[in-house]
């Protein structure tokens, strides 16, 4: 069976909110919603094929558009590869020209609709910033408290308290200030024992590599309306992250760097073909920050994850 390629967009207007369309019933995955677009034709650019689609569906005319996310998926009748882009410059008013039902939504309302499965990583990949701020391990309590703070007034959208050394009941007095400091500004990812989930509600969940060794056979730990991450570093940890129904990963090192000066790194080479057989929106981490974002993109990654490259006080 052949892959049927198709170029989608992630449209994302001034105020923010995303624009997704309603398939219509006589089409295949009928009356669910989805990301505007349409097939790949043989020896066609995929900007090309992205913005004939969005003129021929909406009448836009793209002025900017990036790559976001390439998911792979079998359904049992049809096999597709949907080549996703973030489109947030066009001109024109978009309409449903094909008489589609159109809707404008923020990103926290997309897991309210129904979407195709393929779309589900296409969903994560909208919702997550391309910044993801991880803590320093070896600041005190007031000194961490304080950075975040100060990251997310600088607009970080997504935190990971770190843990570096193992799980104390100190950690877990840090986390309950930090989610107060995230409530409603930034999504805080914690570390821990999954014995830990229930205390912190909002909060969502990063998988350590061992962890995610013990636990993926079991599958997600909690519902999907809940983040859940994991740190990976080769391709069988990236299956396992798969396997288990991570929303989304950490693939390092990239280069060298301070904290695990002992790891080899990947190299951008190797991220990209890590990232090619991967259907999850990744953050490559070690040796990157805000400069590699556009490299991290044009790779294939949804951003880029650090340490001291976000930390305000570095």
């Not at 793209?62 to 096999?79: C, F, G, N, S």
């Not at 080479?269 to 920050?289: A, D, K, M, T």
Request: glycine share 10%; net charge negative; charged share 25%.
């Amino acid at each position: 069976m052949k892959r049927v390629h198709v170029a989608a967009a992630v449209i994302r207007g001034t105020d923010g909110r995303i624009l997704i369309a309603r398939r219509a019933d006589s089409q295949h995955q009928g009356g669910l919603w989805e990301f505007p677009g349409g097939k790949v034709e043989a020896g066609e650019a995929v900007e090309i094929a992205l913005a004939r689609e969005l003129h021929e569906e909406l009448g836009i005319v793209v002025t900017r558009a990036r790559p976001l996310i390439k998911v792979r998926h079998d359904y049992p009748d049809k096999q597709v590869l949907l080549d996703v882009w973030e489109v947030d410059g066009f001109t024109g008013e978009p309409h449903g020209a094909e008489g589609q039902p159109l809707a404008w939504v923020s990103p926290r309302e997309l897991p309210q609709y129904d979407f195709p499965e393929a779309n589900q990583p296409i969903v994560a990949a909208a919702r997550l910033p391309g910044h993801y701020l991880i803590t320093p391990g070896e600041l005190e309590a007031p000194q961490l408290l304080r950075g975040i703070q100060k990251a997310i007034a600088g607009g970080i959208k997504l935190v990971q308290l770190r843990a570096p050394n193992g799980y104390d009941p100190k950690y877990r007095d840090v986390a309950v200030d930090a989610v107060g400091l995230c409530a409603g500004k930034a999504q805080l990812m914690l570390k821990g024992p999954l014995e830990w989930l229930g205390d912190f509600p909002a909060a969502g969940w990063h998988l350590t590599a061992e962890q995610l060794r013990k636990y993926a056979p079991k599958g997600r730990p909690f519902p999907r309306e809940r983040w859940l991450a994991a740190s990976c570093h080769n391709a069988e940890e990236l299956a396992l992250a798969e396997q288990m129904g991570v929303d989304f990963v950490t693939l390092s090192p990239v280069q060298a760097t301070q904290t695990h000066p002992e790891a080899v790194p990947l190299g951008w080479e190797q991220v990209s073909e890590l990232i090619e057989g991967f259907n999850r929106p990744v953050y490559v981490l070690g040796g990157v920050g805000p400069a590699d974002c556009e490299r991290a993109w044009q790779f294939g990654a949804q951003g880029v994850a650090g340490i001291r490259a976000f930390w305000p006080e570095a």
